[in-house]
């Protein structure tokens, strides 16, 4: 993701100030009495996934393996009737289990069909099942519920701050767009709100007839009743919840042909479509270049860019990466493509086990970025990367490593140039061929998997034939700045 002050101090870097999030208490749901019986070792899951930067975030207890989203948005109105299927597998004897949820009135819970007691806890919906949940089964959660896209409460990770960017939900005065990175997604619906635990995603959203939805994944279906169409969207690999989308406006739609016959779909405000075009056209010839640089096939089914009104950032969405159209997609904002177009590997394809990892996404994304622009003579590797150097002797003291950084608010400023200066250094110690095995090895390995920074250092050690512990360690996890490569 894109922040303004990022890009002034080390180029096309991409980051959002984190913004808020108080939570509202719902009252509980009236349903009978639970029943006790069934799994006597059963005891209610976590409620926290034990992140140390955001702690609030995520759940135990179970995993969740698909997300079923239904939105029913009516023009000028904040709030949608919706819903939202959750398949998931237990990993525990469970005799309860919490979802991460803000800014939505809770109307009917149901596991397994059942009506099932709910009480909402700041953000979290915590759910006792009339029986317990056995360990390793498969159980689903069915909750109606009104999305309010106007609410806004302040982030634990920032609480006394308003919310900085134009809104996690609203775009524009029609229609909406989704942005939840890094702590907010659960704004949109209730979910298991952490990079550790992807999820396939369905969305299935009504418009009046004369608007256009779009989503993360493929267009299933087109529908139409009246004066309303329903348009479903399916992913067909897991994502991470911070990087789903799902919008509604008025759209002009491109398509094109990608390498290896990639379906090319994207979407952009009719009145931004025309100097849009341009920029738009590119994906393939971005998509061709990431590839060999990688050396690694486009992980996902198809690719895309969303551009919309008044959009707060640039922002990784699955599938169809997102951008302000007005005036962001111009010629100046290339860098930026190519940086939310190597998050599709690097962030949601190979998603960070925790947030303490999120160098991984960012770091790869600011460096590549940085490769682009030397090779179209724009701006010299030596030139952008002594701009990150700079910023991370400013910042490192203040902000603590990118592997442990001192407050949530940084991960996605704080993890830009160190970890581009560290992948900048590998590369000019092993040379560009073996880096580039390096590389995709990493990603064809943990593809629509989570990945920790020891699991980065073991594939660098394995395809090098040397120990790069050290010298990894000390750009994520080291005190000071280590010295500027060479």
Do not use: C
């Not at 493929?218 to 911070?242: C, Q």
């Not at 592997?403 to 608010?409: F, I, P, S």
């Amino acid at each position: 993701m894109r922040q303004t002050r990022l890009t002034q101090a080390i180029g096309a870097g991409v980051v959002l100030a984190v913004t808020s999030l108080a939570m509202s208490h719902g009252a509980a749901a009236t349903a009978p009495p639970p029943v006790t019986s069934g799994v006597d070792s059963a005891t209610p899951g976590a409620r926290s996934a034990g992140d140390r930067l955001f702690a609030y975030l995520g759940n135990g207890g179970y995993d969740v393996e698909s997300y079923d989203v239904a939105y029913d948005y009516v023009a000028d109105r904040s709030l949608m009737n919706s819903h939202v299927r959750i398949k998931a597998v237990a990993r525990q004897d469970l005799s309860e289990l919490s979802l991460d949820s803000a800014g939505q009135r809770i109307k009917v819970v149901k596991i397994n069909g059942v009506r099932a007691r709910y009480e909402k806890q700041n953000e979290k919906l915590v759910i006792e099942p009339r029986s317990p949940l056995p360990k390793d089964k498969p159980f689903t959660v069915e909750i109606d519920f009104v999305a309010d896209r106007t609410a806004a409460p302040p982030s634990p990770a920032t609480p006394g701050q308003q919310r900085s960017i134009s809104g996690w939900w609203d775009h524009g005065s029609d229609g909406f767009a989704l942005l939840g990175q890094p702590d907010r997604a659960h704004l949109f619906f209730p979910m298991n709100d952490h990079p550790g635990d992807k999820a396939r995603v369905t969305f299935r959203i009504t418009t009046p007839k004369d608007m256009t939805a779009v989503a993360n994944g493929t267009l299933v279906s087109r529908t139409s009743h009246g004066d309303r169409s329903t348009w479903v969207y399916a992913t067909r690999d897991p994502i991470p919840t911070h990087v789903v989308q799902a919008a509604v406006g008025q759209f002009k739609e491109f398509r094109g042909t990608g390498p290896h016959g990639l379906p090319l779909r994207s979407f952009v405000t009719r009145e931004s479509a025309v100097s849009a075009a341009p920029q738009v056209d590119l994906a393939a010839q971005h998509l061709t270049w990431v590839e060999e640089q990688i050396g690694s096939p486009f992980p996902y089914e198809t690719y895309g860019v969303l551009g919309v009104d008044e959009y707060g950032a640039a922002l990784e969405t699955a599938t169809v990466s997102t951008y302000s159209a007005n005036p962001g997609l111009s010629p100046r904002e290339v860098p930026t493509m190519i940086h939310e177009l190597v998050h599709q590997y690097f962030g949601d394809a190979v998603s960070p086990e925790t947030w303490d990892d999120m160098w991984i996404s960012e770091g790869h994304a600011t460096f590549y970025t940085f490769v682009y622009q030397d090779e179209r003579k724009a701006v010299p590797m030596r030139d952008s990367m002594e701009r990150a150097y700079e910023y991370d002797m400013e910042n490192r003291s203040l902000s603590g490593p990118p592997g442990r950084l001192v407050n949530a608010a940084d991960v996605l400023g704080a993890t830009n140039a160190p970890g581009a200066l560290m992948l900048y250094g590998l590369r000019q110690q092993l040379g560009p061929e073996v880096f580039r095995s390096i590389e995709r090895t990493f990603v064809e390995r943990y593809r629509h998997k989570n990945a920790t920074t020891q699991d980065y250092i073991d594939v660098v050690n394995e395809i090098s034939g040397r120990d790069f512990t050290r010298y990894i360690d000390e750009w994520i996890y080291g005190s000071k700045t280590p010295p500027m490569p060479s």
